[in-house]
């Protein structure tokens, strides 16, 4: 397995694997990424952006998501709790991971975990002291996993509402990464 950043021409198969995930959400009956983002041009600006990672196995996606280092506006207030670190998005310390995603065909394999591994290596190479993420309150998947990784739970934030989503609070994570 490698992890890389995803060209242009991958943005279909990338927007495949965030597809399945979200019908997965929907089969859990998590209202995340149901109000139709991300779509297709989302993920072309991530990956225009360089910030759309991928990992790679026998020549196909098995996982994907979507790696800041230049700040989360969203994350400047929390509506209720405290970040770990203190960092504005015009000057930021962190780094953000969203779009975390796994091909069907990956399931149950780690590759989610080592995702957020290679973020927190590449936060660290980037000079940030942590990573933030955040995840739908109803996400049981995605907070068991991200507390086995040492990400601690810091708050709510609320999504705009040109996300379309019913439920708008995230619970906010952030781990500390540097050494």
């Known amino acids: 397995m490698t992890i890389r950043a995803a060209l242009p021409d991958e943005?279909?198969?990338?927007?495949?694997?965030?597809?399945?995930?979200?019908?997965?959400?929907?089969?859990?009956?998590?209202?995340?990424?149901q109000g139709g983002r991300p779509d297709l041009a989302l993920i072309r600006s991530d990956i225009a952006a360089g910030c759309c990672r991928?990992?790679?196995?026998?020549?196909?996606?098995?996982?994907?998501?979507a790696l800041f280092t230049n700040?989360?506006?969203?994350?400047?207030?929390?509506?209720d709790g405290k970040w770990l670190t203190t960092s504005h998005s015009s000057r930021p310390t962190y780094a953000c991971v969203h779009r975390v995603a796994v091909a069907d065909r990956a399931l149950g394999r780690g590759f989610a975990?080592?995702?957020l591994l290679f973020a927190e290596e590449e936060a660290r190479e980037r000079g940030r002291v942590s990573?933030?993420?955040?995840?739908?309150?109803?996400?049981?998947p995605m907070r068991a996993l991200l507390a086995r990784c040492g990400y601690e739970e810091c708050g709510l934030i609320l999504l705009d509402e040109s996300f379309g989503e019913a439920t708008r609070e995230r619970i906010a994570?952030?781990?500390l990464v540097a050494r």
């Open 113 to 115: 975990k080592r995702m």
């Open 71 to 79: 700040g989360e506006p969203s994350y400047d207030q929390l509506a």
């Open 131 to 140: 990573v933030r993420i955040d995840t739908h309150p109803g996400n049981a």
């Open 173 to 175: 994570l952030e781990k």
């Open 11 to 33: 943005a279909s198969a990338v927007y495949e694997v965030i597809s399945q995930g979200r019908a997965r959400l929907a089969a859990l009956d998590i209202d995340q990424w």
């Open 54 to 65: 991928i990992a790679m196995e026998e020549g196909r996606i098995a996982a994907t998501m």
